[in-house]
């Protein structure tokens, strides 16, 4: 198991330097550059027409100052060695757009927020979706499977950017008892967490009605009935716990995917998460800080991917006699 | 040969029948391919252009003039939505098949040889397995510019592995199957046992996974649109509509309901179809 | 399920009302500003907030927007007009209770201006200090070559580059504005952070969430503390602002032409609406592109006549806006905004329009180029925009195609040379009421370049382009012939009225007298609107804010509708 493990993180090592590395190159492909953006927005609140392209020409010379400045005025590929460099020491430097915090500040500063909504999300979820999922399988083919199938697809099929606003609406305007934005206390995060959930629910329900009736089928349940197990004793002792296993795969990546799929919920309640920084890094140029989203974000799906293995790996004893 | 062909009908049909019988499943199925035809009939069907202005009648509900009334420009919504319904429907199909040939093509030639092709090729599939895809879409649009192609590239970059994985396995599978030894003691060439022996034998899963593929791509898409790296405006899609709306939702519900209703109502039917699929497909076995 | 909310409900009201009680502390919650860093170097939004309340110039702005002295107690101006000597007041404290001195204002201004921090600003009076421009374009690396002299730790004496009588207003503006030299020296970066940031305005900033919100608190060390009325403003930086205020959840937002109906519908709302004029023009101009039917100015004033402003203001803005015949807005002195002839050689006359083209050899639109209007995804839903196009197509059959590129896309693609006519979308907003606000030397420049031929902008560009890789190339020789070619380009080949644009500014920036000095920016203004053709000026939008009642609130027409400071503020 040891060996295991080791063996996966010195893939996700070699991993994630192939994906710095590709990130990379892409990046400093993308047309535009920081210092053109910022010319733009000084541009944009004064003067349309005032600045003219000689001007540009002569603000050209500042650009030397800022490459210095942000260590773009070497070769890319020492400017890539000084990135994973950072990447290792954890000492990035600076955000363009944000010069007064470190990239390390930023991830330290936001990162648990991201992360605390994605896992209260995800807890709702389970919380919600599994007994909804039970109460379908068992009840298969009844209104009540039907209702709880149907409405578990729609919501699923919700994007959560339109999910915050029906909550939003609902919970601070129809029936006003909650802020609409602002972060700081307990109440802050209902509806960002709710807006959140409904997506998981739907697809945690799904996926727990279609195993567990995977489950009822296999031979050891009808052994079990056979051998005159009550239905509680059957269901919730060996079939539940076996439809439980699989749906350990799809939290991995849930969570991680609810960790950066933010940006619109964020917004809309003034969450202070990773989404939004993230989103306008692209946007502004923010090399670093695309740079470092990327390596981040790619870490923590493997790292997601990995704890789900070694979850899976204690949890099914068959798994281990298949993996290599 | 003639054999073959009696097996594969009964493969179908069988299918088929299982697919029948899900209710929902086929309800979806007729409802995408009602979608498909607006999609396609979109500038016939349209009242309107879909960047034709009314100044006079801006912010206009439903009404018998303009069904699904009309935006802050007093372009008309029901129109725009047949425009985004058909770009949704271009991304979905075009990004899907370009993840089908690469994820078809290189998870068949894995599973197929096996050895070290296999390991190199699972080694790549793994590393873009666990890119961030939504930031490599962006980066990637941002790179190749906007347009149609380059929404299929950026999405299809990513989206290629989860399919080389499902075809990888399935080949495995059916490898080892008798028909492919027999047509491999009758001669046939690697290409023809890929293609034409194993190729059939595995398609059922992958289309499952192409159908339920393609709500994740539209919904992609609608992301992009929403932080403006989408299809480009004037053209409309449902991700930009729900950008507009979603600021207006207190004072004008439409213009938030009914592209999120259309889009709901799209992802809604490509799944149903998927599931039926499925539990066709799973049934068989 | 009904009474259980209710109880709920009244539990919630009761808690808020006494929440509200325990603490007399007075809260104005606001939603309109943007930012991302407090460093007053990078020109970004909060400048505008360090402007309102944080940080306070040697001059500031009354709440009717007239310069009256800030930090300065007394100022001298010498006679030929260059050199202003400002005296500090004895009384003026940071927010930590340090002294201001003249030497924060030297380290504020010089930190503001040198190109290793942050990007400067491009507007204003920072500008007319003699050799600042050079210095913050890293021309010249001596910071001691800049005109600002500290005279005693009270005394600051600033050399112009000419007279120029509106550099008294611009001292409020946030390129002349001292900084905390101690704090930023000891703490660097981390001195902009909500609770470093030292201050000498009437406000401190005690909390900084990125994204989400900023709060800032009185200072008490603020000389004028007392006449301060407002304890604490919270600036919200996201969220839906209309249902924010519609649950009082803020006191100020900004409302457009969605929300009208909604709020004359509702009596109160109507009443906590304020509407007025802002000194912006949303315009278009010319990209780089070829092509002499653009040389010609009989299709040039077609296309301008071919826009019914009026229509698009009255019903895609829904009166929040009104047509705009000139660059400059009827807010600026000197503006010929107004002016009947100018007015009139551009009003909407479809007829006129499709004459203009015919006789330019275009009946119809027949045989005219396809127009692409170069946009940003910001400018994706700009309805002003998609009316240019439809007023084009309808009224003159022209093709206009809308480019749409992502915003730092568009930034690079807007300097490139285009293949076919193509236009770009901006607005221009004016920071102070003086005429010299919009005719800069730097515009006034801009005019010649502007009356060039499409031909001759467009060699103009290519030489800059060959003239930026011969110094990246270190070819200063082939630099300096190439400036050489591209200066004469512009001084022979633009205009005569271009050039009279140039003279008649020039000539005013060396005028002392007002009367003589708005006159001849108001000639130069007439001649810019009846002859330049390369920006077609569209509307002048008005700024719409709904107010709580129980706040008054003045409002800064010049700067995209801000208050106009903190301060101001009063409770009812």
Redesign the interface.
Known sequence: MTQYIIKRIGWIIFNLLVLSLIAFILIKNVPGSFLELQILIGQAGTMGTGLTISEVEKVRGVETEMMKRWGEDVPLWQQYLTFIKGLVTLDMGPSFRWPTQTIEEIIANTFPVSFTIAILAVTIAIIIGIPLGVLAALKQNSWIDYLVSALVMVVSAIPNYVMAVFVIFLFSFWIPILPTYGWGQPKNYILPVLAMSFGPIGSIAGYMRTSLLDALKQDYIRTAWAKGGTERHVIFGHAMKNSLIPLVTILGPMISHLILGTVFVEGMFGVPGMGQYFSQAAGSRDYPLMMAQTVIFGLILMIMNLIVDIIYFFLDPRIRVSRR | MGNKKRIGRSYWSNIWEKFKRNKLAVFGLIFVCILILLGISAPWLAPYPY???H??A??TPPCREFLAGTD???RDIFSRLLYSLRNAIIVGLGAQSLIVVIGLTLGLIAGFYGGKTDNILMRIV??VY???S???N??????L??GYFSIFVAIAATGWAGMARLVRGQTLSTKSRDFVEAARASGAGNNRIMFRYILPNIIGPVIYSIFSGI?GVM?VE??LS????GV???MPSWG?M?S?G???????PYM?LAP?GM??LT??SF??VAFGLRDALSARE | MRRFLTIILSLVILSSTFLGTAYAEKVFRWSGSWGNTWDLSFHQGFIWVHMMGLTEGLIKWDKDMNPVKGMAESYTISKDGTVYTFKIRKDAKWSNGDKVTAYDFEYGIKYILSPKNGRGSFFGGAWYIKNAKDYANAVISDPNQVGIKVLDEYTIQFTLDGPHPDFLTTCALPTLYPMHRTSIEKLGNKAFDAGNLVTNGPYKLVGYTPNVEYILEKNPYYYDADKVEVDKIVGKLGGDPFLMYRRNEVDLINVGAAQLPVIEKDPILKKELITFPQSTVNLMYFSYFEHPAFDDRRVLTALQKAIDKEKICKFVYRGLAKPAYSVVTDLIPGSTANDPEVVEKFRFDPEAARKLLAEAGYPGGKGFPTVHFLIHSGQANDPLILAVKSEWEKNLGIKVIIDNYEQGVWSVKRFEIQSEPTFTFSGASYLYPDPAAPLTLNYAEGCLVASLKTKDLVEKVRLEKEQTEALKAGDEKKASELAKRIHNIIYTRSTPEARKILSLVQQAQRTTDPKKRLELYRQANKIRDINMYSSFPLVQPMSARLVKSNFEVPFNKYLVGFPVGFAYIRTK
Request: hydrophobic fraction near 55%.
């Open positions: 960047d034709e202005v100044y006079e801006v912010w802050q420009l007093g793994d590393i666990s890119f961030p939504y930031l490599l962006i980066i990637l649009v941002l790179v510019g906007r709500p919904l609608s992301g929403l932080i403006g790296l480009r405006p004037p930009l729900i507009e979603t600021g207006q939702f207190l004072y004008n938030l999120a889009l709901v992802i809604l799944n149903f």
